[in-house]
C-alpha cells in the first residue's frame, strides 16, 4: 500500500484543517487505516483509526471530540478533520495503513505502510 498525505499548513490556534490520504491499492476497504503524529522532539504517537469492514473509529483522548476520521472507500482517500485546533496538536502527521488486530492499533510498530508524513502548525 503506497500512502500520499496532504493537507497540513499553519493554522491560529481554534482553526480547522482536514488531512487527505490518498491510498495505491487494490482493496483499500479491507484496510484499517490509522493517523499519527509526532510532535517535535517527541516519539510518534496515536491519534485515531478507523477499523477495517465495521468502520468503527477509535481515538486518542488528546483529540476526542475535536478530531474525526473518515475514508471514502471509492476515491481510496481517507481524512482527518480536526477542529479547534491547539498549539499541542503541532506535530508532523502521518497516515498509516494495516491489517492488525485490535489491540495493536495504538502502536506505530503494528502498521506496514505509511505516508510521507504532513506538518501541521498551530500557532497561540
Known amino acids: 500500500v503506497q500512502l500520499q498525505a496532504s493537507g497540513g499548513g499553519l493554522v491560529q490556534a481554534g482553526d480547522s484543517l482536514r488531512l487527505s490520504c490518498a491510498a495505491s491499492v487494490r482493496s483499500f476497504s479491507g484496510v484499517t487505516m490509522g493517523w499519527f503524529r509526532q510532535p517535535p522532539g517527541k516519539e510518534r504517537e496515536f491519534v485515531a483509526c478507523?477499523?477495517?469492514?465495521?468502520?468503527?473509529?477509535y481515538y486518542a483522548d488528546s483529540v476526542k471530540g475535536r478530531f474525526t476520521i473518515s475514508r471514502d472507500n471509492a476515491k481510496n482517500t481517507v481524512y482527518l478533520q480536526m477542529n479547534s485546533l491547539k498549539p499541542d496538536d503541532t506535530a508532523v502527521y502521518y497516515c498509516a495503513g494495516g491489517n492488525l488486530i485490535l489491540s495493536a492499533m495504538y502502536s506505530p510498530d503494528n502498521y506496514h505502510s505509511w505516508g510521507q508524513g504532513t506538518q501541521v502548525t498551530v500557532s497561540s
Open positions: 478507523l477499523w477495517r469492514g465495521t468502520g468503527r473509529t
